[in-house]
């Protein structure tokens, strides 16, 4: 019977890629979830729950993703800035006018799992409102996302 192989963190320090995901058009939560896939490793054989075995994922064009249905409108993110009554809430438009960025990271964020892992697995996600991006020393490769259906 074979043994079930897994990966060590210094295997998966060597195999790291970089991609370029571009969202123009895509809706947040289907490109989100494929973005989280791709940073955590599961579409590697190689996927080991435990390690960090994922590449780098680098987002541009934030500002032109697409939210379906009257999420511009009824989404709300809540933030706290610690004092009482402190609560801040901001809608997906306000958020996608201002930080377009914050929408990508926050949807990636809910789907990565929570603890040191999640923490070092987000990490590898840059995100861009426009379609410049300062990483191109890393040799990017395009990863194209599947549309929506």
Excluded at 51 to 56: A, I, L, Q, S, T
Excluded at 59 to 75: C, E, F, I, P, R
Excluded at 80 to 96: E, N, Q
Aim: net charge positive; charged share 20%.
């Amino acid at each position: 019977m074979p043994k079930t192989l897994s990966l060590k963190n210094s295997d998966a320090l060597a195999n790291r890629a970089w991609h370029v995901v571009d969202v123009k058009g895509l809706t947040l939560g289907r490109a989100a979830t494929q973005i989280a896939h791709v940073l955590r490793g599961k579409h590697k054989p190689t996927f080991t729950p435990h390690v960090d075995c994922g590449d780098f994922v680098v987002v541009v064009n934030a500002a032109n993703v697409a939210l379906t249905g009257k999420k511009l409108t009824d989404k709300l993110y809540h933030d706290h800035t610690l004092f009482p009554g402190g609560i801040v809430t901001t809608t997906a438009a306000d958020m996608l006018r201002k930080k377009p960025e914050e929408l990508i990271k926050r949807a990636v964020w809910g789907m990565l799992p929570k603890g040191p892992l999640g923490r070092k697995l987000y990490r590898k996600l840059k995100v861009y409102a426009g379609a410049e991006h300062p990483h191109a020393a890393q040799v990017p490769s395009a990863l194209a996302l599947q549309p929506t259906r």
